[in-house]
Structures are given as structure tokens and as C-alpha cells.
């Protein structure tokens, strides 16, 4: 006989829309269709992480993107307040290697040699601090990794019910999909964000430092 799709696939029909699911299946007050229709991108993904994450009521998976670039990801997925908070923590980790790289270059800062000069004498405190903030980069990293799907389920399912309550019921395939889904161009604005982020926070460190 013919070979069951769903048992190759784990119990997952591909063939099927909403790959074999319960369509009206409820996920804290949104239905499993409307969830597939936001995540529009990549729903033969993140629709049995989701279910799963919900029967069993776990939080962890594994986001490889997450464990290098966390502000890019979420900027992908419209998740803009995790990804400006990704980027902000990220650059102000960086501080400290900043400090050691303006105190390793202090002869082209002659206007600055009071202030750089306490960071050469503090050479050691800062090169710790360095490691400490890239030590607390990388926890943050992996903990992202780990919780950046629940993460997204939960970002789907309120968004969903936000827009169900504002317009009284139920909304169109298009408007969900059109609210969440993924946009590349975000990646970009991210990137401008966190050079926007970098040359502030630079800029600030020199005048205090300008300041001492």
C-alpha cells in the first residue's frame, strides 16, 4: 500500500492544511489557524513547536539564529521590543572593550590623557570586566537560543488576540498575515539601530571621559 505520510513525518501531514492539526485548537484564546496564519513563514516549523510547547507545557527549544544574531531574529519576526532590548544589552556589554581599546590607543587622543591614562593604570580591572561582559554576552545568547520560539508563540498569540479584541471577532487570513510573518527590511533598520546604538553609547564614554 501506498506509504502513510503522517507516521513518516511524526504524526505531521504536509499534504494537509495546517499540516493535519485541529484548526480551531485553542491557544489562549487564539485558534491554531489563526496562529498559522500570523506565523504565515516557515508554519511546517513552528506549528508542532508550538503545539508541542503547549501540550506539554514547555518553554525550551533550540533557535540556532538566536545564538548569534538575537536582534536580527526578532527583528525579522516584528518582535521589536525584544530586538532593541537584545541590541541595547549587546552594546553596553561592549563597553568595556571599548574602554581597553581607547586606553590601548591613547597616544591618538592626546586631548584625552588624564582620563586614558586611568584606564592604562586600571589595564587589569578593565581586561576582566572585558571577559565578565563577554561571558554575560554569551548566557544571554544561549538563553535567548533556548527561549526565543516560546518566546514567539507567545508574541503570536497576543498580537492576535490584541487585534480580535479591537475589531470585536475574528480577522481576516490577510490582516494576520499582513501583522506578522516575517520582513527582511527590518533586518536592515536593525542594523542601522544597533550603528545608531554603537555610535551613541561611543559618543557618550568620550565625553565623560573628555569630562574627568
Known amino acids: 500500500g501506498e506509504p502513510d505520510i ?7 501531514d504536509p499534504t494537509k492544511q495546517y499540516l493535519g492539526f485541529n484548526p480551531d485548537e485553542d491557544f489562549e484564546g487564539a ?3 489563526e496562529v498559522a496564519q500570523f506565523v504565515d513563514s516557515n508554519t511546517f516549523y513552528y506549528l508542532p513547536l508550538f503545539k508541542r510547547m503547549k501540550d506539554i507545557g514547555s518553554k525550551i527549544s533550540f533557535n540556532f539564529i538566536c545564538l548569534f544574531f538575537p536582534y536580527f531574529y526578532f527583528a525579522n519576526r516584528k518582535m521589536w521590543f525584544w530586538g532593541i532590548m537584545a541590541a541595547l544589552v549587546t552594546m553596553l556589554l561592549n563597553i568595556p572593550e571599548y574602554l581597553y581599546i581607547l586606553g590601548s590607543q591613547a597616544e591618538a587622543f592626546p586631548f584625552m590623557q588624564k582620563s586614558l591614562g586611568l584606564i592604562v593604570e586600571n589595564e587589569s580591572l578593565i581586561v576582566t570586566l572585558t571577559e565578565i561582559c563577554s561571558t554575560f554576552d554569551w548566557v544571554l545568547r544561549i538563553v535567548m537560543c533556548l527561549f526565543a520560539n516560546w518566546l514567539y508563540m507567545k508574541f503570536s498569540v497576543k498580537s492576535i488576540n490584541k487585534v480580535k479584541a479591537h475589531y470585536g471577532g475574528p480577522v481576516s487570513p490577510q490582516r494576520l498575515k499582513s501583522m506578522g510573518g516575517v520582513n527582511p527590511a527590518n533586518i536592515l533598520i536593525m542594523g542601522l539601530i544597533l550603528f ?9 564614554i568620550i565625553c565623560v571621559l573628555m569630562m574627568i
Not at 6 to 12: R, T
Not at 196 to 204: E, S
Open 31 to 33: 485558534k491554531l489557524k
Open 196 to 204: 545608531g546604538l554603537t555610535a551613541a553609547v561611543n559618543f557618550v
Open 6 to 12: 503522517g507516521n513518516m513525518f511524526g504524526g505531521i
